[in-house]
């Protein structure tokens, strides 16, 4: 097995699939052990408390607490995802376990209600806050899956609601396809045109490029996470399995690539940034070892920032200054010159402190943050942060290889991805410092020939040749940016008036060949990111969809009708086709399949009757006058059609405005296109049918009566293929 081959395979199958949010762990599980027949797993490892007894990571006289608290099941802590409803109080603790909110009937209304909200652990949470990001931030998330955290930077970079386009950016990868793909699922909650997911070896992750006033310069970010995949014992109140799982051999196995990963970050962290470094895990191989061997390495270029005051109310240990290293068979090691050399396969010189004094004492590693399960009913975590004060000494040498591309110049040398593992190496080389042999400030022209050589059309960013990197998992479709002389652009310009600030170049599909179908929007820096990267990076996703096509829609004068994914980075851009609708009027439209003009308010007919057919905004804005009224902006895509109205909004954000809106939806009738809910169940007489409606109204045939009698169209949905109401 290959060097590459080996770090993928460890980072997809030693990280713990659920480390981070509400993963069950795939399978339904009680308490104390399996269900459905399995024996119960006893909570106790005799080498697990020999371990950390003699490291002496829990503070003298609270040994019992921590172990009791690592036997107790893990509270569940939720927090609200989207930036555009919830600017405030994003997290909550409470005392229930996953368990109990599963199963309990008493709590079954609000375990429905957590469908639009994410379970995930609070000690996840606080790496992105450590990050300390702002809206103009470049970020790369290296190890993303299966996301959480990543959607804690995005909102970040959206914290001004009415900027539409923030300056900043977040890449998040993952080396495991199918995670990756886990990974868009979460992101595409938030409707965010800056983010883009990308397929990489986390230890190798390609160096990027960007146009910068016309020349080709290495993107540097601002901020990094870097939480590395980790053996996970932090997590053994959600993950039991770590109880009869759990030895030293998996920190020892781990901590090489965890090294190389935090490395290459280092290498790709701007001058001034930070970079977090995590892992859900007590032990120091993973934890201190890690820091300080990139801290030895970095020859002052990095430092650990002093983050105490950073989360206050927050409990933590500061990081420890010395700790052995112990086999799996319980022998251990005070020192690397103390191991022999049957031994140099498993351990390796970076697990031990360093030997100098004064060296140890200038890290400043008491500065990392531990926190322990017990201090505040929370999982074990593990949190340092770097500042980066000047380039690595490895990026400030004159590259020796004058004339080749920068991606040559790095295939030559060494570099931390190149580090086998458990392979017998000369140690010397494993603590010297990579050498890509590319500076920090150093401008790629040479690769700029490469990617202009005629044979790549313009605006087109597909996936690498497989010469070049090898695919895992599926082919991605290429990222097609619209050119400047499109004739399929004006007709949407001119049907919803938009303003001539709005960026057309950021438009893009995903075919290169026959009808565009959907056409996505990006932020301006993430298209100069894929227009100059597409030999190198493997993108599974990008954009917000903001139009898709209708078959029949060149009858009102525009091809395309308005998705509800992008009406919110779309709307501020558009100045014609929007209809003001009152709260009664969002209940009516998110209930009913085709409500007739005459159901809705005469504020909402007035605005819709001179309105040509077609896709249309819908807006309701709050009455700070009548606080018992929703007090947060709607925005829903809508198609005014010959005498009705509906929506094309997605089933569960459908739900969720109605909840909003202190309605509890009971259940569908899906002939008629009704949505119950505890209001209309209440009134005394059953929601008229729009159906029924336009065949009294003497239009037994007209495309509303129709639209609404498909069995396929839930009230409300924004489903795929389904024409629009003429």
């Avoid at 106790?44 to 003298?60: A, R």
């Avoid at 002389?485 to 960026?503: C, G, Q, R, T, V």
Wanted: include cysteine.
């Amino acid at each position: 097995m290959g060097r590459r081959s080996r770090g993928r395979r460890l980072q997809q199958q030693q990280r713990p699939e659920d480390a981070e949010d509400g993963a069950e762990g795939g399978g339904k599980r009680g308490e104390a052990g399996w269900e459905g027949g399995y024996p119960e797993i006893v909570k106790e490892n005799k080498l697990f408390e020999h371990y950390y007894q003699e490291l002496k990571i829990v503070p003298e006289g609270e040994w019992g607490q921590f172990m009791d608290a690592l036997r107790e099941p893990l509270p569940a802590t939720l927090r609200i995802t989207g930036y555009k409803r919830y600017p405030e109080e994003l997290a909550w603790h409470t005392n229930l376990s996953r368990k109990i909110l599963r199963k309990s009937p008493h709590l079954e209304k609000f375990h429905q209600f957590l469908g639009n909200i994410s379970r995930q652990e609070a000690v996840s949470m606080i790496p992105p806050l450590l990050l300390n990001v702002r809206p103009h931030h470049k970020i790369l998330d290296m190890c993303a899956a299966p996301g959480s955290k990543t959607t804690q930077l995005i909102e970040m970079l959206h914290a001004d609601m009415n900027v539409p386009f923030p300056e900043g950016f977040v890449i998040a990868n993952d080396v495991d396809n199918k995670r990756c793909y886990l990974l868009v699922h979460q992101a595409k909650r938030l409707s965010s045109p800056c983010i883009m997911v990308v397929n990489h070896d986390a230890s190798s992750i390609p160096r990027l490029q960007i146009d910068v006033d016309g020349r080709k310069e290495i993107l540097f970010y601002d901020r990094i996470l870097c939480d590395v995949p980790c053996s996970g014992d932090g997590t053994m109140r959600k993950n039991i399995d770590v109880w009869k799982k759990w030895t030293t051999l998996n920190s020892l196995q781990l901590h090489g690539l965890q090294l190389r990963i935090a490395t290459r970050g280092a290498e790709q962290l701007a001058e001034g940034g930070r970079m977090v470094y995590s892992t859900c895990s007590l032990n120091p191989i993973e934890d201190e070892a890690v820091i300080a061997s990139l801290l030895e390495k970095s020859e002052g270029a990095l430092e650990l920032a002093d983050v105490s005051n950073e989360l206050p109310g927050l409990k933590w240990m500061p990081g420890i200054t010395q700790w052995k290293v112990m086999t799996k068979d319980g022998q251990w090691f005070t020192d690397w010159d103390a191991v022999p050399h049957s031994r140099h396969t498993q351990i390796r010189p970076t697990m031990f402190p360093p030997k100098d004094p004064e060296k140890l004492q200038a890290m400043h590693l008491e500065r990392c943050l531990r926190i322990l399960p017990h201090h505040q009913n929370t999982g074990g975590f593990f949190v340092a942060v770097l500042v980066k004060k000047s380039s690595m000494p490895w990026n400030k040498r004159q590259p020796k290889l004058q004339g080749k591309s920068a991606e040559t110049r790095e295939s030559t040398q060494l570099s931390p991805a190149d580090l086998t593992e458990g392979k017998p190496t000369d140690p010397s080389k494993l603590e010297s410092p990579s050498f890509t042999g590319t500076g920090d400030t150093e401008i790629a022209h040479a690769t700029e020939d490469l990617e202009n050589n005629g044979s790549k059309k313009d605006g087109v960013c597909g996936p690498p040749p497989s010469k070049k990197m090898k695919l895992f998992g599926f082919k991605e479709d290429p990222f097609v940016f619209i050119p400047e002389d499109d004739p399929l652009f004006p007709p949407i310009e001119k049907f919803y008036a938009l303003d001539p600030s709005f960026p057309r170049m950021n438009l893009l599909t995903r075919t290169t060949e026959g009808k565009k179908r959907q056409l996505y929007m990006v932020s301006k820096e993430l298209r100069n990111v894929l227009l100059n990267n597409s030999e190198k990076m493997k993108v599974i996703n990008t954009g917000i969809k903001v139009w898709c096509r209708n078959n029949s829609g060149e009858e009102f004068d525009c091809a395309f009708r308005l998705a509800q994914e992008g009406i919110y980075t779309l709307y501020p851009f558009i100045n014609s086709r929007i209809i003001t609708v009152s709260m009664e009027d969002v209940k009516i439209l998110l209930t009913q399949e085709n409500p007739f003009f005459r159901k809705l308010s005469s504020e909402t007919y007035s605005q819709a009757k001179d309105l040509a057919k077609g896709s249309i905004v819908l807006k309701y804005e709050p009455d700070s006058a009548n606080p018992d009224a929703l007090q947060c902006p709607i925005v829903l895509c809508g198609w005014r059609g010959k005498a009705s109205i509906r929506t094309f909004v997605p089933k569960n954000e459908r739900l969720h405005y109605l909840r909003m809106m202190g309605l509890e939806v009971l259940g569908e009738k899906k002939k008629e296109g009704v949505i119950l809910t505890n209001e209309s169940a209440a009134s005394t007489g059953q929601p008229d049918n729009d159906v029924t409606e336009g065949q009294r109204a003497g239009e037994p045939n007209s495309p509303d009566a129709e639209e609404a009698n498909s069995p396929d169209v839930t009230a409300g949905c924004d489903p795929a293929g389904v024409h629009p109401p003429r």
